[in-house]
């Protein structure tokens, strides 16, 4: 079975402070997709990033950051200098096949 | 941009009535899903479909049927409406891969049921 937590209900930062979410799963494959999605007040899930199993190294996309970690099972993202338009509810997902197992959601507001 | 849409974005309805929700996409996607989605709750696959003619039930029971006849439409139905199928329900659909194509999402419908 596959399952995706993520322990921060809510965050609440001032904006240009930098925001990390933190994302733990679990699963038995080996092979295996983990991704983010950013969902704003409009509804729709947004597709921000994806790694996949086999390669652990990080990277930066303009403002988004990620840190992936095999040996912890983590997949944290980060937000550098956050920006009122940045608050969403952001999810970490996993999966093998085509199945997506959500993590809870993260909401975090970003006030000006 | 995702080209998938739902309507209708807000429904409330009266319990035991029949009801349809309907989504379609227009990038060919042969992955369509049905998610549902309780206010500050994770999301729960509830129907998938490889394509057409295919459907299976998710990960979460629900009393809601799917079909797929066509590759772009994915409707779903509750037969019999209760309070307790008050949610949000969001549609996808993603391209053939081995779990490693995003999915695209619709911006939901908001079911109430009184």
């Known amino acids: 079975a596959q399952k995706v937590t993520q322990a921060q209900t809510e965050i609440s930062v001032v904006e240009k402070e930098d925001v990390t979410l933190d994302c733990v799963y679990e699963?038995?494959?080996?092979?295996?997709?983990l991704f983010w999605y950013k969902q704003p007040p409009s509804g729709e899930l947004v597709f921000l990033i994806r790694?996949?199993?086999?390669?652990?190294q990080n990277e930066i996309s303009g403002r988004y950051s990620w840190n992936f970690q095999k040996s912890t099972s983590s997949f944290n993202f980060t937000i550098t200098a956050s920006q009122v338009v940045d608050s969403a509810v952001y999810f970490c997902?996993?999966?093998?096949?085509?199945?997506?197992?959500f993590g809870a959601g993260t909401t975090v507001t970003v006030r000006a | 941009e995702a080209d998938i849409y739902q309507t209708p974005r807000y429904l409330v309805i009266g319990t035991g009535k029949k009801i349809t929700l309907e989504c379609s996409q227009t990038?060919?996607?042969?992955?369509m899903y049905w998610y549902q989605q309780d206010p500050g709750m994770e999301l729960h696959l509830i129907h998938y479909?490889?394509?057409?003619?295919?459907?299976e039930k998710g990960d979460l029971s629900s009393e809601s049927t799917v079909s797929r006849i066509r590759t772009e439409h994915f409707p779903l139905t509750l037969e019999s409406a209760r309070p307790s199928h008050t949610s949000q329900y969001l549609c996808?659909?993603?391209?053939?891969?081995?779990?490693?194509?995003?999915?695209?999402f619709g911006q939901g419908t908001r079911l109430t049921v009184v």
């Open positions: 699963t038995r494959d080996t092979t295996y997709y």
């Open positions: 997902a996993l999966t093998f096949t085509d199945k997506l197992s």
């Open positions: 990038m060919g996607h042969d992955k």
């Open positions: 479909s490889y394509g057409v003619n295919s459907t």
């Open positions: 996808a659909s993603s391209a053939l891969g081995g779990g490693n194509t995003e999915a695209f």
């Open positions: 790694r996949n199993s086999f390669d652990e």
